[in-house]
């Protein structure tokens, strides 16, 4: 208490009050008065004295004595006991502290007003709590009406149990939510991907949402789908696959639960392990016959019909989103240079491709075939024509059935055709047989039996790629065909490959969302 | 060791203490399922503890510990809430309405607070530099008398130079009428006043031997006033902070009860 106290020179007389809230209207002027104002700011000034009564014995009625400081006054107290040097009073003048307080009284208010205002408005409520603009996907005119078809509510109300109830709604929301306001040791345990309230609302939409393992760990919707993030809602990071295949924990639980079981990965570039393809050393089961070193470095391969030399771009096509690379297909890609003319004699004629019994039919329809020729080449002796193409067969081939035979089966490793490409690099192969490319089997029946190839349209069916993202680079980055002799040859790049680019020493994007989803695998682009 | 500087290299330590604890514990469990909500009662806690300050001065007749002391918890604490905030953000910018004005509210008030603290620290010692003490309520009164005492040399009985009263009433009068140049005397300005002097000089130069003592006089009040207004402007100053610190953590305490609200009440509990 003794710090309180005034000090030895404190000046009763001139304190000027900064703790109060009023001070005298003549502080200004040096000319304080002593009382100062009371707590309302009303001036207390009143006279110079309080004159008292003396009453001698005897007397009934007394006499007013002046009592003013510094001695009576000449005219005395009035009548009526009133001092008659009444103080004029000032108008006193509000602090700063008075100031301040009315500020932080109008702060106050003003921002109960303006929330009480904003959130009893539902259009400008919404609006001003919204911590961010809401997806595309989840807004405009298209959602209103899906919304209305699965009975959600319209606005915040769609997702949000309090969307649309008001101040009143959305407190007690807060107080019923669950871990609650103050269960603190219950927010700080929760799991960070437990599905919530809001996963009901996504639900009536999304149904049927399927994860990509059936005994994955339910999770929220939101942990990897953060909504109010901008028009474009942002892709899953890694910390969100993490959560699973980050722990070691998890993923032993899930491949005992007879999923198939995963190394823990956490980043593309550093332990994701090897492609499948490569470590299972799996192998192309195509039965077609293809040369990919021979077509592209071979001195016997002709140019094609602009003069070009054959590049990987002449029969690798992208498809219409340029996404993945079309089949490529005998009739577009190999008969420029594989016109299947079996008759060196003849090169107009070539034998028809892709079914067995119409070759068949060609070839025992060849007296017809050089008669329509001869039609149009050699009108006036077409008798003579076909004869002497007949016979010149006979003299090659022998026999039609060995003609036949030699057509299907003949791989250009016996016979006159044994060359196959023009070494000058001018001509067309000549046709040494199917089985120069193709799989052919001998049937019990007789005719021949030509296994369709099968070009296999992905490898990596759990991931997604874009060739049209990567056209930048060149096929043979990734694609080893330069050495590959062998159809069976898988030709996609390493891992290794990919980590050059995808990697933060790349500087381009390697999350896993760049090239796996969460739901189910993504052929399409993305 | 001045007691001073250890309060101050002990509070930095705190501070500095405190700041790579909490980075730690944000680098470790920055990815926990509702580590926002966790954050988010800490900064309250914090903003709680800093508001309190203020009642803890209308109530010094209650045992609540040294005002000095709670200053500095205040200060520093004021210093780690702004750092417990940016890990609530998780260092990105609010979006949406509401969340601005929240985030706003808070940059207003710690970085008042923090000019505050620099006025605080630098103000009063430039004050002592100059002119003597003078008590902030008590600058009108003494600047009526300076006044009054001017309107006397000038325009008083004894006053017979019309040279001096025109120059009063043109160039003196408005000087004296009330407080000048707030914006000059916080950038340590003393243009104003100098060019004042130096008017009375070349009037005092060129006056009658019987006027030149009165206008050395009026330049002294000139002075004297010039003193009293670098006084006023930076008591104001240190003042007037407060004015945007207080008013605005009443503002900000309502925007964050609502955030509360919003917050567990369209989570859906959990998120």
Not at chain 1, 321 to 333: Q, R, S, Y
Not at chain 1, 420 to 440: I, K, Q, W
Not at chain 2, 82 to 98: A, D, M, N, V, Y
Request: hydrophobic content about 40%; charged content about 20%; overall charge positive.
């Amino acid at each position: 208490m003794s710090e309180q106290l005034p000090a030895p020179d404190f000046d009763a007389q001139n304190y000027a009050r900064p703790n109060q809230n009023w001070i005298c209207g003549r502080a200004c002027d040096g000319n304080a008065c002593r009382p100062g104002p009371d707590a309302k700011g009303r001036c207390r000034a009143t006279a110079e004295c309080k004159p008292i009564l003396e009453l001698k014995p005897g007397e009934t009625k007394g006499r007013w004595k002046c009592t003013r400081t510094g001695g009576a006054c000449e005219a005395g107290p009035l009548p009526d006991g009133s001092c008659c040097r009444p103080i004029p009073k000032c108008s006193p003048v509000p602090t700063l502290r008075w100031w301040r307080g009315r500020l932080t009284l109008a702060v106050i208010a003003l921002s109960c007003a303006v929330l009480l205002v904003v959130l009893g408005n539902p259009p400008w409520r919404n609006h001003f709590i919204s911590p961010g603009e809401i997806s595309q996907p989840h807004s405009g005119s298209q959602f209103l009406a899906l919304a209305a078809t699965n009975h959600l509510n319209q606005g915040c109300g769609a997702c949000h149990v309090a969307g649309n109830t008001g101040p009143h709604g959305m407190m007690h929301a807060a107080l019923h939510a669950n871990p609650g306001i103050l269960d603190l040791k219950k927010l700080a345990a929760a799991h960070a991907a437990t599905p919530t309230v809001i996963d009901e609302s996504c639900l009536k939409c999304h149904t049927g949402r399927n994860v990509h393992q059936p005994s994955a760990l339910p999770v929220s919707c939101a942990f990897c789908h953060l909504e109010h993030q901008g028009k474009m809602m942002a892709a899953p990071t890694d910390e969100n696959c993490n959560f699973c295949h980050g722990d070691a924990t998890k993923m032993a639980a899930a491949a005992s639960a007879g999923n198939v079981p995963l190394p823990v990965v956490h980043h593309f570039a550093d332990d994701h392990p090897q492609f499948r393809f490569l470590t299972d050393k799996l192998r192309d089961p195509d039965t077609l016959k293809f040369n990919h070193l021979l077509h592209l470095t071979g001195t016997t391969i002709p140019k094609l019909p602009g003069g070009e030399k054959l590049d990987c771009a002449f029969c690798h096509q992208p498809d219409a989103a340029g996404t993945f690379m079309k089949p490529v297909a005998f009739e577009k890609n190999c008969r420029v240079c594989h016109s299947l003319q079996f008759d060196p004699e003849t090169p107009q004629l070539m034998l028809p491709h892709g079914n067995v019994d119409f070759i068949s039919a060609y070839l025992r329809s060849l007296p017809k075939q050089y008669a329509d020729l001869a039609a149009k080449e050699n009108p006036a002796d077409v008798n003579g024509f076909v004869t002497a193409k007949l016979a010149g067969l006979r003299t090659q081939f022998g026999s039609g059935e060995d003609l036949e035979r030699r057509v299907f089966f003949s791989t250009a490793t016996f016979g006159p055709e044994a060359q196959v490409g023009d070494l000058s690099g001018a001509t067309r192969a000549l046709f040494p047989g199917c089985a120069y490319c193709h799989e052919v089997k001998a049937a019990a029946a007789g005719s021949p039996q030509i296994t369709h190839p099968v070009q296999t349209e992905h490898w990596l069916t759990q991931a997604k790629f874009n060739h049209a993202k990567h056209l930048n680079i060149a096929c043979a980055q990734c694609h080893d065909a330069v050495h590959s002799k062998d159809t069976a040859d898988i030709l996609l790049p390493p891992r290794e490959t990919c980590v050059t680019c995808h990697s933060p020493r790349g500087g381009v994007a390697d999350t896993c969302a760049e090239c796996h989803s969460y739901h189910k695998p993504l052929m399409a682009a993305r | 060791m001045t007691r001073f500087r250890r309060q101050l290299y002990l509070g930095l330590f705190a501070l500095l203490a405190a700041t790579a604890g909490a980075l730690w514990l944000n680098a470790k469990y920055s990815t926990l399922a509702n580590y926002a909500f966790l954050t988010g009662w800490a900064l309250l806690a914090g903003m709680f503890i800093l508001t309190i300050y203020n009642v803890r001065k209308k109530l010094p007749f209650l045992p609540l510990g040294k005002s000095e002391t709670w200053l500095q918890i205040h200060i520093y604490l004021g210093f780690f809430t702004t750092l417990l905030f940016l890990i609530h953000l998780k260092f990105r910018l609010p979006h949406g309405w509401f969340e601005i004005t929240l985030a706003w509210l808070f940059v207003l008030v710690s970085g008042s607070g923090m000019v505050g603290l620099f006025f605080s620290r630098v103000l009063p010692r430039r004050l002592a530099t100059r002119g003597g003490e003078v008590i902030f309520e008590k600058i009108p009164a003494v600047r009526h008398a300076a006044k009054t005492a001017a309107e006397e040399l000038a325009l008083g009985k004894d006053a017979k130079s019309p040279v001096i009263a025109e120059f009063y009433a043109k160039r003196l009068a408005g000087f004296f009428s009330g407080p000048k140049h707030f914006w000059l005397h916080l950038a340590e300005s003393r243009r104003a006043a100098s060019a004042l002097i130096a008017e009375l000089e070349d009037l005092r130069r060129f006056a009658a031997e019987a006027d030149r003592e009165k206008i050395e006089k009026l330049a002294g009040l000139v002075r004297q006033k010039d003193g009293l207004d670098y006084h006023r402007a930076l008591q104001l100053a240190l003042k007037l902070w407060l004015f945007v610190h207080i008013p605005l953590t009443y503002g900000l305490m309502i925007f964050t009860l609502l955030h509360i609200v919003l917050v567990f009440g369209f989570s859906g509990g959990a998120r």
